[in-house]
């Protein structure tokens, strides 16, 4: 407990944009949001005054930095497994726990686990030597999807393998350097959703609306919220779905579950226990945002409403464009908000790469396609100082 404040000390491991949201939102719930940082330039050190240096991979630093911290969570799924159990071993508080991230951070786990629950899942396989992904091609036709099991996000160890020479390319040497690795069924999909739910210790649960992610080269490119054009009662199933995947694991905070909606119903493609990309709409759109019901959750408050603020709501990822722009952010701001007075932009603090997440605009309306419009045109002038419909700067 903070004797300041006479509230909780959250501990968010990781220094990046969810820490620094969470940060945002504990300001007013009044509490205090340490944060373990592996750099002083962290998206989140750069605004948490609470910030201990230190990796999250380093048990001594994770030890040190729960020293005093009321809960620990989490900004990512990276810390080792061991490392958690230690930690709980120690009497630290771990939201959500050892046993539950671990199907956030091994596919194959998850996957295994889903399927033993009944619950919906591709066809897939463990791979230790090639002949497992060419039996599994034989099996379920080609393409198929090869994963590592650990460590892979926004597109990368994901290997798409089109033919058994592909495999040939790819697999050994992957085996070879010691990755875990499955493979899945390439599913025929119409279109993705994402279920994002929330958990507190006493089984309390909450569910906002089913969105529609869109990628584009394995990154979350757009959210659209609520999902257009999905029956009621496919929603419902999402949700309880999403619902039921977090009291079967004893998920504490939040949980998204992307879905791929295909021909043959929903199938859960990952799990993510933490505040996630699909649920950055939620900041603006929502009664309560995702980072205030995280931090809700971790801390066993009552959870809070899920209500959306609009009938529609689109949250664009600002990706970093090919060249920087040489206009500033600064200038871009002024700009936008000129244009668009009403748009919610949120930055993250972070040097601007080719393709890297920098930042989201969040749009809400009365209509899906006017505030998709507008937010794909914000993000787009954000990252890359053009505007797509041909507006000059003058």
């Given at each position: 407990?903070?004797?300041?404040?006479?509230t909780?000390v959250?501990?968010?491991v990781g220094g990046?944009q969810?820490?620094?949201?969470t940060?945002q939102?504990?300001?007013?719930?009044?509490?205090?949001?340490?944060?373990?940082s592996v750099?002083?330039?962290?998206?989140?050190a750069l605004?948490?005054r609470?910030?201990?240096l230190?990796?999250?991979?380093d048990?001594?630093?994770l030890?040190?930095f729960?020293?005093g911290?009321?809960?620990l969570?989490?900004d990512?799924?990276?810390?080792?497994?061991?490392?958690?159990?230690?930690?709980v071993?120690d009497?630290?508080?771990?939201?959500?726990g050892?046993?539950?991230?671990?199907?956030?951070?091994?596919?194959?786990?998850?996957?295994?686990?889903?399927?033993?629950?009944?619950?919906p899942?591709?066809?897939?396989?463990e791979?230790?030597?090639?002949?497992d992904?060419?039996?599994f091609?034989?099996k379920?036709?080609?393409?198929?999807v090869?994963?590592?099991?650990r460590?892979?996000?926004d597109g990368?160890?994901v290997?798409?393998?089109?033919t058994?020479e592909s495999?040939?390319?790819?697999?050994?040497?992957l085996?070879?350097?010691g990755t875990?690795?499955l493979?899945?069924?390439?599913?025929?999909?119409?279109?993705?959703?994402?279920a994002?739910?929330?958990?507190?210790?006493?089984g309390?649960g909450?569910a906002?609306p089913?969105v529609?992610?869109?990628?584009?080269?394995g990154i979350?490119?757009?959210?659209?919220?609520p999902?257009?054009?999905?029956h009621?009662e496919?929603a419902?199933?999402?949700?309880e779905?999403?619902l039921r995947?977090?009291?079967?694991?004893?998920?504490?905070?939040?949980?998204?579950?992307?879905l791929?909606?295909?021909?043959a119903?929903?199938?859960?493609?990952?799990?993510?226990m933490?505040?996630?990309?699909?649920g950055?709409?939620?900041?603006?759109g929502?009664?309560?945002s995702q980072?205030?019901?995280?931090l809700r959750?971790?801390?066993?408050?009552?959870?809070?409403?899920?209500d959306?603020?609009a009938?529609?709501?689109?949250m664009?990822?600002?990706?970093?464009?090919?060249t920087?722009?040489?206009?500033?952010?600064d200038e871009r701001?002024?700009?936008?908000?000129?244009?668009?007075p009403?748009a919610?932009?949120?930055l993250?603090?972070k040097?601007?790469?080719?393709?890297?997440?920098?930042g989201?605009?969040?749009?809400l309306?009365?209509r899906?396609?006017?505030?998709?419009?507008?937010a794909r045109?914000?993000?787009?002038?954000?990252?890359?100082?053009?505007?797509l419909d041909?507006?000059q700067?003058?």
């Amino acid at each position: 407990m903070d004797p300041r404040t006479g509230t909780p000390v959250v501990g968010m491991v990781g220094g990046g944009q969810l820490a620094r949201m969470t940060h945002q939102a504990a300001i007013p719930l009044g509490q205090s949001l340490r944060v373990l940082s592996v750099s002083d330039s962290d998206p989140a050190a750069l605004v948490a005054r609470d910030v201990v240096l230190g990796h999250h991979t380093d048990l001594d630093a994770l030890r040190a930095f729960a020293r005093g911290c009321d809960v620990l969570t989490f900004d990512h799924e990276h810390v080792p497994t061991e490392h958690l159990h230690a930690l709980v071993a120690d009497g630290v508080k771990v939201h959500p726990g050892p046993d539950a991230l671990v199907h956030a951070q091994d596919k194959l786990v998850m996957r295994r686990k889903l399927a033993d629950l009944g619950l919906p899942v591709p066809p897939f396989a463990e791979v230790t030597r090639l002949d497992d992904v060419t039996a599994f091609g034989a099996k379920f036709g080609w393409p198929c999807v090869l994963k590592a099991a650990r460590g892979g996000y926004d597109g990368r160890g994901v290997w798409m393998l089109n033919t058994p020479e592909s495999a040939q390319r790819v697999v050994p040497e992957l085996l070879e350097a010691g990755t875990p690795l499955l493979v899945e069924q390439c599913v025929p999909l119409r279109r993705e959703f994402a279920a994002l739910v929330a958990r507190s210790p006493f089984g309390q649960g909450a569910a906002w609306p089913l969105v529609q992610t869109v990628q584009k080269d394995g990154i979350c490119v757009e959210v659209l919220a609520p999902a257009p054009e999905v029956h009621l009662e496919l929603a419902e199933s999402a949700q309880e779905l999403a619902l039921r995947v977090a009291d079967e694991l004893g998920v504490v905070g939040v949980l998204a579950v992307e879905l791929f909606d295909t021909d043959a119903g929903i199938l859960v493609n990952e799990l993510a226990m933490r505040p996630h990309n699909s649920g950055h709409w939620t900041m603006d759109g929502s009664l309560t945002s995702q980072f205030e019901q995280h931090l809700r959750a971790v801390l066993d408050y009552p959870l809070g409403a899920t209500d959306p603020v609009a009938p529609a709501v689109v949250m664009a990822n600002v990706l970093g464009a090919p060249t920087v722009p040489e206009m500033g952010v600064d200038e871009r701001l002024h700009h936008l908000f000129a244009r668009y007075p009403d748009a919610h932009v949120h930055l993250y603090g972070k040097a601007e790469r080719p393709g890297r997440k920098v930042g989201h605009v969040n749009v809400l309306g009365e209509r899906m396609e006017q505030a998709r419009e507008k937010a794909r045109l914000a993000a787009h002038w954000l990252s890359h100082a053009v505007w797509l419909d041909g507006h000059q700067i003058h």
